[in-house]
T-cell receptor, first 112, second 114 residues
């Protein structure tokens, strides 16, 4: 069984640019959630996708957006990058009726 | 809104000593409760979870946690620390009446001395 995978592993961008992060869910999982983990902090929920629609959103501005594809993979897009967007971005997948989320290794984004 | 408090951002124990990592939540309805571990430069790995039933939950790597409703706590313990337990530990909750999105505590870094 393949776990959650994310790409790229690391990324460096400059302020004002746009970035796309990718996530492949674990086999059999149809729900994908994204979290932002700033250095030294716990992860914060960004949003969740189920059946290709946003199914919940945390306290993040609209420049954070996402997509889910028919194969349940997902993208996180961030526009107009700010220095504070530097963080580890974690993707987690689950079956929609289950409580447990399984996390990928994350994408570390550095905004200069 | 849910909140999770982990007392002690850093905990240091000697190898072989008891590990106790504290977690308290704020919610009028007991949530689902989780402990995750994060090794350096890695994602989060599920250690254990409480959803319903027995309040003492056993997880991987010899860890266990006890849900205490009266204390709104879900502390993580391990009888004997091993060097390989050195990592960041996160307590998380999800609302029983909503989706499965997680609210995390700030984390506790466990250091194990030889």
């Amino acid at each position: 069984e393949t776990g959650v995978t994310q790409s790229p592993t690391h990324l460096i961008k400059t302020r004002g640019q746009q970035v796309t992060l990718r996530c492949s869910s674990q086999s059999g999982h149809n729900t994908v959630s994204w979290y932002q983990q700033a250095l030294g902090q716990g992860p914060q929920f960004i949003f969740q996708y189920y059946r290709e629609e946003e199914n919940g959103r945390g306290n993040f501005p609209p420049r954070f957006s996402g997509l889910q594809f028919p194969n349940y993979s997902s993208e996180l897009n961030v526009n107009a990058l700010e220095l504070d967007d530097s963080a580890l971005y974690l993707c987690a997948s689950s079956r929609n009726w289950e409580r447990t989320q399984y996390f990928g290794p994350g994408t570390r984004l550095l905004v200069l | 809104a849910q909140s999770v408090t982990q007392l002690g951002s850093h905990v240091s124990v000697s190898e072989g000593a008891l590990v106790l990592l504290r977690c308290n939540y704020s919610s009028s309805v007991p949530p689902y409760l989780f402990w995750y571990v994060q090794y350096p430069n890695q994602g989060l790995q599920l250690l254990l979870k409480y959803t319903t039933g027995a309040t003492l939950v056993k997880g991987i790597n010899g860890f266990e946690a006890e849900f205490k409703k009266s204390e709104t706590s879900f502390h993580l313990t391990k009888p004997s620390a091993h060097m390989s337990d050195a990592a960041e530990y996160f307590c998380a909750v999800s609302d029983r009446n909503a989706g499965n999105m997680l609210t995390f505590g700030g984390g506790t870094r466990l250091m194990v001395k030889p």
